[in-house]
């Protein structure tokens, strides 16, 4: 492995290919643009870039802990947002080497079929992005520990794959619970089975988050045709008569422009189409207004995203648990809403065997409390496309104004109440209540009154942070990730994804570097 991650002898003055990002998308994109040894790849990585596993700071490896659930992390970059128009709230990404899937939970949860024949038909029947084109790239990306090579699975990718494990008392507590409320069992999340209760594919093994920069550019760094440069930020790209020719990075204070044959915005969704429109490339009047020259009038760039509302329901405990010994999360139930408008299941009861304060702590016990309360993350994962962004400054500091907009609708309510009294009954089971002594909040008659349990929601409203859509293929780009009537521009992250997956983004967002990696080779 080379000695350094960013060993200046290594950078090419022209590379062929500027990757900006090396989280979960840049990452997986670098790495395999770089297996043909006659094509040169920079990436522009703003946080920290480690050149070995020992480099990494322990708490961005444990996978118990989530550093992007921890306020001031040096390893995320905060936005300020607005989840409805009374609740703000702060977003955050990963800033350093594999980007989000360095602080995030270390859910690995495949996209669903329903999914895939959603993105392709915007795609215009692209077969890459139907469930069948893309599984050959799913299996190969990863390597699956529990059930190794199959139709399904693959066992010689980049990302290992393990399963949470359901022996903590509490996952037990809750896959019975499932059970007794005529739950089917969904023992395999990334095998497109009905949706149910089932362990959870993470990217995490023996109590490690191996993150896609372990994962994709840590095997890597040997090539000679990749360099990987940590500190530096991209300001803006440069476009000379319609095309991309570089980026003006600043890094340790210096501003200077690096030119290139062809740049690859990874930067995610909401750093990319920022990035886009301070280089001239979204919707005519907001950039009119901001005084940027137009250099392509893109009215879908940067405008709407989806996402997931979530909320937290916590319990207590009857007696003390022991720790979990290996991942945070316990076991995961997804089951359709009421209206059937989503058959793979809208709804997501996700299980932390951490207490909350505990993960915004960045510990696994709350000292001095054996009875902390545990919780469940209750999230609504319908497509829907909400979300309002725009570009507010010139400086590419300032970060751009994001409304979330969650619950608009009766229909988005009513999901969330859905999703919210079927964690409250899965813990009044006899299966649970061997392990809980009751839910914290909402009180009962809260709970059985829709008006009051709504006005709770809003009060207690997060997000699941999976935020897609803000570069739409479609409008925005083609299947292949390139940016309409711009050359040799392309974007691949959550950010050209149509809407939001029925499922957290992460492992599609691997999908995404591998796909478009494999369409410019």
């Known amino acids: 492995?080379?000695?350094?991650?960013?060993?200046?002898?290594?950078?090419?003055?022209?590379?062929?290919?500027?990757?900006?990002?090396?989280?979960?998308?840049?990452?997986?994109?670098?790495?395999?643009?770089?297996?043909?040894?006659?094509?040169?790849?920079?990436?522009?990585?703003?946080?920290?870039?480690?050149?070995?596993?020992?480099?990494?700071?322990?708490?961005?490896?444990?996978?118990?802990?989530?550093?992007?659930?921890?306020?001031?992390?040096?390893?995320?970059?905060?936005?300020?947002?607005?989840?409805?128009?009374?609740?703000?709230?702060?977003?955050?990404?990963?800033?350093?080497?594999?980007?989000s899937t360095t602080v995030n939970g270390g859910y690995f949860v495949r996209a669903r079929r329903e999914d895939f024949d959603r993105w392709s038909t915007t795609a215009g029947g692209a077969a890459a992005w139907s469930y069948e084109g893309a599984l050959p790239f799913l299996r190969a990306l990863e390597t699956d520990l529990d059930l190794g090579t199959d139709e399904l699975h693959g066992s010689s990718g980049p990302v290992r794959v393990r399963r949470t494990g359901l022996r903590h008392p509490a996952a037990d507590a809750f896959?019975?619970?499932?059970?007794?409320?005529?739950?089917?069992?969904?023992?395999?999340?990334?095998?497109?089975?009905?949706?149910?209760?089932?362990?959870?594919?993470?990217?995490?093994?023996?109590?490690?988050?191996?993150?896609?920069?372990?994962?994709?550019?840590?095997?890597?760094?040997?090539?000679?045709?990749?360099?990987?440069?940590?500190?530096?930020?991209?300001?803006?790209?440069?476009?000379?008569?319609?095309?991309?020719?570089?980026?003006?990075?600043?890094?340790?204070?210096?501003?200077?422009?690096?030119?290139?044959?062809?740049?690859?915005?990874?930067?995610?969704?909401?750093?990319?189409?920022?990035?886009?429109?301070?280089?001239?490339?979204?919707?005519?009047?907001?950039?009119?207004?901001?005084?940027?020259?137009?250099?392509?009038?893109?009215?879908?760039?940067?405008?709407?995203?989806?996402?997931?509302?979530?909320?937290?329901?916590?319990?207590?405990?009857?007696?003390?648990?022991?720790?979990?010994?290996?991942?945070?999360?316990?076991?995961?139930?997804?089951?359709?809403?009421?209206?059937?408008?989503?058959?793979?299941?809208d709804l997501e009861i996700l299980q932390s065997l951490v207490p909350l304060p505990a993960l915004t702590g960045g510990t696994v016990t709350v000292p001095g409390e054996p009875l902390a309360p545990l919780a469940f993350l209750v999230s609504v994962q319908s497509p829907g496309l909400g979300?309002?962004?725009?570009?507010?400054s010139t400086d590419p500091a300032v970060p751009p104004l994001l409304d979330y907009n969650y619950l608009q609708t009766p229909e988005d309510s009513r999901r969330m109440r859905e999703a919210i009294r079927t964690t409250a009954a899965l813990l009044t089971t006899p299966a649970f209540d061997k392990v809980s002594a009751g839910l914290v909040e909402p009180a009962p008659e809260i709970l059985d009154d829709d008006r009051s349990l709504d006005t709770w929601i809003h009060a207690h409203l997060g997000t699941s942070h999976h935020t897609c859509a803000t570069v739409p293929m479609g409008p925005a780009v083609d299947p292949q990730g390139r940016v309409h009537g711009v050359r040799a521009l392309r974007v691949a992250d959550t950010s050209i994804l149509p809407s939001a997956p029925l499922r957290g983004p992460a492992a599609t967002s691997v999908l995404i570097g591998e796909l478009v990696a494999a369409s410019m080779r």
């Open 1 to 99: 492995m080379a000695p350094s991650a960013e060993s200046e002898e290594s950078v090419r003055a022209h590379p062929d290919v500027i990757v900006i990002g090396a989280g979960g998308s840049g990452a997986a994109l670098a790495a395999r643009l770089t297996e043909d040894p006659e094509r040169t790849v920079l990436v522009l990585e703003s946080g920290p870039v480690p050149s070995q596993l020992s480099a990494f700071p322990p708490e961005l490896l444990d996978a118990r802990l989530v550093p992007g659930a921890q306020p001031g992390n040096g390893a995320v970059q905060p936005y300020p947002a607005h989840l409805t128009p009374r609740r703000p709230y702060t977003v955050v990404r990963g800033r350093f080497l594999g980007g």
């Open 175 to 345: 896959r019975e619970a499932a059970h007794q409320l005529g739950f089917p069992p969904e023992p395999d999340k990334n095998a497109q089975q009905a949706p149910g209760f089932g362990p959870v594919p993470c990217n995490t093994v023996d109590g490690i988050r191996l993150n896609t920069g372990v994962s994709y550019l840590l095997p890597a760094l040997d090539r000679p045709n990749l360099t990987v440069r940590g500190g530096s930020t991209v300001q803006r790209i440069v476009v000379e008569q319609g095309r991309a020719t570089g980026v003006v990075v600043e890094r340790d204070g210096c501003i200077e422009t690096l030119r290139c044959g062809e740049v690859v915005l990874c930067a995610g969704a909401l750093r990319s189409p920022h990035l886009l429109h301070l280089s001239g490339i979204g919707p005519r009047d907001d950039l009119d207004r901001l005084g940027i020259p137009v250099v392509r009038d893109a009215p879908s760039v940067g405008v709407r995203f989806g996402d997931h509302p979530q909320v937290a329901l916590e319990w207590t405990p009857r007696s003390p648990l022991p720790e979990p010994a290996d991942s945070w999360l316990g076991g995961a139930l997804h089951l359709p809403s009421s209206d059937g408008a989503h058959p793979d299941g």
């Open 387 to 392: 979300g309002r962004m725009r570009t507010r």
